[in-house]
């Protein structure tokens, strides 16, 4: 079936270093993709959105990557720090019912960062 | 980002008790919000699309007696837990779209609402 799947559960990255995060999709038809912020205990906190005639989208300190080809996501998050320790999901959108559309999240990866 | 709240922020119920759960978006106007679950250590999974003035579309698999939403106005809808039991205890949150002009498309969630049946 559909699904959004991500290829690391847990990640550890050094205070300061740089950090990727990867989700693979199956829907060829998904055209916005969402990563989101989950600390324990709380909602999901949006970082960064990148709709499907895009490849590239840079926030703060994060940057979205979208490959199509091969149905790849993925997030950077330059100089960690220890507030972004947490569980982030990707999320995609199938179709364009504008309002009434729903998300299919993956797995999630955990990321710690060490002090 | 919009705003969305929820209340309660945790719950513990006996088991046969119902339970509401608000969902409000405190800055915008929502048509639409959406309820999510998410059981420790997994992944959010959507229960029910929340439609104001009209019914709630259900996921495949979601019981609609037993989990009830009002969507009343356009910055309430409310899920309501029938007859809870132990199997029900999860993390419940919603989400909604910031529709105003210049807003994102994407969803935004509250900050969800821990429910332990006993």
């Known amino acids: 079936g559909e699904s959004v799947g991500l290829h690391l559960p847990t990640l550890s990255v050094q205070e300061g270093d740089n950090s990727i995060i990867n989700c693979a999709y199956s829907n060829s038809a998904s055209d916005y993709f969402i990563w989101y912020k989950q600390e324990s205990g709380k909602g999901p906190q949006f970082i960064i959105d990148?709709?499907?005639?895009?490849d590239k989208r840079q926030g703060q300190r994060v940057t979205v990557l979208l490959n199509k080809t091969v149905k790849h996501l993925s997030l950077q998050i330059a100089a960690t720090q220890p507030g972004d320790s947490a569980v982030y999901f990707c999320a995609e959108r199938k179709g364009s019912n504008f309002g009434n559309e729903k998300l299919t999240f993956g797995t999630g990866t955990r990321l710690t960062i060490i002090p | 980002g919009a705003v969305v709240s929820q209340h309660p922020s945790w719950v513990i119920c006996k088991s046969g008790t119902s339970v509401k759960i608000e969902c409000r978006s405190l800055d915008f106007q929502a048509t639409t919000m959406f309820w999510y679950r998410q059981f420790p250590k997994q992944s959010l999974m959507l229960m029910a699309t929340?439609?104001?003035?009209?019914?709630?579309?259900?996921e495949q698999g979601v019981e609609k007696d037993k989990f009830l939403i009002n969507h009343a106005s356009l910055t309430l809808s409310t899920l309501t837990v029938t007859s809870a039991h132990p199997e029900d205890s999860s993390f419940y949150i919603c989400?909604?779209?910031?529709?105003?002009?210049?807003?994102?498309?994407?969803?935004?969630f509250g900050p969800g609402t821990r429910l332990l049946v006993l």
């Open positions: 989400s909604a779209r910031d529709p105003r002009p210049g807003g994102q498309e994407t969803q935004y």
């Open positions: 990148i709709r499907s005639n895009m």
């Open positions: 929340s439609n104001e003035g009209s019914k709630a579309t259900y």
